[in-house]
C-alpha cells in the first residue's frame, strides 16, 4: 500500500488569502485525487491530478478556486484561493496505481 | 454518473453481535467496491474490497458480498467488538485508476 503525507495538518487562514496543500506519495502512482470531507459528512471529489496535463474537476469545483498542481507521478498540490468561512473543511489527497486507493491523513482548514 | 446509496446512517450494537451494512450502486458498469474504515480524526483507512468478478470475499471477522444484478453490495462484521466503532464508507468505482463515489457513511457504535 502508498503512503501518503500531507502538509500542512491543520491551518486558520484569513478570508480572502489562499492556502497550498501539499501531498507526497511514498512510491510513483497514475492517479491522485483531491477530496473534501465537512465533519461528519462523506468526501466529496474536488478533482483529478493528471500528471502532465490539466486536472479534471467535479460539477461544483473550478480551477481558478482550486488550482491543482502534478509536477511527478508523487506529488500534487491543492491550493484553496480566495478562501471564505465556507471553505472552512478537511481536505484529503488520496493515490492509486490500479485499483486501491489510499488516503493522506488530511488537512483540516478553518477560515475565519 | 454513479451514485451510491449506504444504509442504515448510524447502527448501534452489542459487543459480539454481527453488524451489516448496506450499499447500492447505479452504474452497471463499476466493477470495483471498497469499503473504508474512518476513525474520528483520522483518515479512510481500505479495510476490505471487492471485484465485480467474486460474489464474496471475506477477511477474518470482516465479509463482503456484492450481487452485481441487484447492484448492491454490504459489509458484515462478525463477533464486533468496541474498537469496531467507527464510520464506514462504502464505494464504487467503475475501472482500475479511476475516481470513487462515496456512500454517505455510517456510524457504527458498538456498546460494551
Known amino acids: 500500500s502508498a503512503v501518503i503525507s500531507q502538509k500542512p495538518s491543520r491551518d486558520i487562514c484569513q478570508r480572502g488569502t489562499s492556502l497550498t496543500i501539499q501531498c507526497q506519495v511514498d512510491s510513483q502512482v497514475t492517479m491522485m485525487f483531491w477530496y473534501r470531507q465537512q465533519p461528519g459528512q462523506s468526501l466529496t471529489l474536488i478533482a483529478t491530478?493528471?500528471?502532465?496535463?490539466?486536472?479534471?474537476?467535479e460539477s461544483g469545483f473550478v480551477i481558478d478556486k482550486f488550482p491543482i498542481s502534478r509536477p511527478n507521478l508523487t506529488f500534487s498540490t491543492l491550493t484553496v484561493s480566495n478562501m471564505s468561512p465556507e471553505d472552512s473543511s478537511i481536505y484529503l489527497c488520496?493515490?492509486?496505481?490500479?485499483?486501491?486507493?489510499?488516503f493522506g491523513p488530511g488537512t483540516r482548514l478553518t477560515v475565519t | 454518473g454513479e451514485n451510491v446509496e449506504q444504509h442504515p446512517s448510524t447502527l448501534s450494537v452489542q459487543e459480539g453481535d454481527s453488524a451489516v451494512i448496506k450499499c447500492t450502486y447505479s452504474d452497471s458498469a463499476s466493477n470495483y467496491f471498497p469499503w473504508y474504515k474512518q476513525e474520528l480524526g483520522k483518515r479512510p483507512q481500505l479495510i476490505i474490497d471487492?471485484?465485480?468478478?467474486?460474489g464474496e470475499k471475506k477477511d477474518q471477522r470482516i465479509a463482503v458480498t456484492l450481487n452485481k444484478t441487484a447492484k448492491h453490495f454490504s459489509l458484515h462484521i462478525t463477533e464486533t467488538q468496541p474498537e469496531d466503532s467507527a464510520v464506514y464508507f462504502c464505494?464504487?468505482?467503475?475501472?482500475?485508476?479511476?475516481?470513487?463515489?462515496f456512500g454517505g457513511g455510517t456510524r457504527l457504535m458498538v456498546k460494551p
Open positions: 488520496s493515490a492509486t496505481g490500479h485499483y486501491e486507493q489510499y
Open positions: 471487492i471485484r465485480s468478478n467474486v
Open positions: 491530478a493528471n500528471q502532465g496535463s490539466e486536472a479534471t474537476y
Open positions: 464505494a464504487a468505482m467503475w475501472n482500475a485508476g479511476n475516481m470513487l463515489t
